[in-house]
């Protein structure tokens, strides 16, 4: 078998991206892509170091942000578009941290999805 040599990552350099919170009661994820969708970094309260029910605060959403904050300033992105997704307590937490670390945060898009009446409710209970 022949050996097969390895290709040397390349640091990506991107101007712009856009960051996908999701923040549920129990946990507060973050995705940060390309303006295309291309996955850059990730990150989660879980991913931290957090455990448990203190995964779901805004504390541990804030530290995600800033650590997430310096690693997209060594990328060399400067300006940020926001989708917040769910109804947990860490979505403008993450937006502080990145505010706070210099980033020009362009758009804040609310992306909840809400029923138009969706599912049929459960029939009503007899006793």
Known sequence: MAYK???????????SAVAHITSTFNNTLVAITTVDGDVLLRGSAGK???KGAR???????GQIGSTLA???QTM???N????MQGPGSGRESVVRAFQGAGLH???LRDVTPLPHNGC??????RV
């Open 5 to 15: 040599k390895k290709t040397k990552k390349t640091k990506r350099h991107v101007d």
């Open 105 to 107: 945060i362009s758009v």
């Open 80 to 83: 940020v578009e926001v989708n």
């Open 76 to 78: 060399g992105i400067r």
């Open 70 to 72: 310096k690693d997209m």
């Open 120 to 125: 049929r409710p459960p029939k009503k209970r």
């Open 48 to 50: 931290m170091g957090f």
């Open 55 to 61: 995964k779901g605060t805004p504390f541990a959403a």
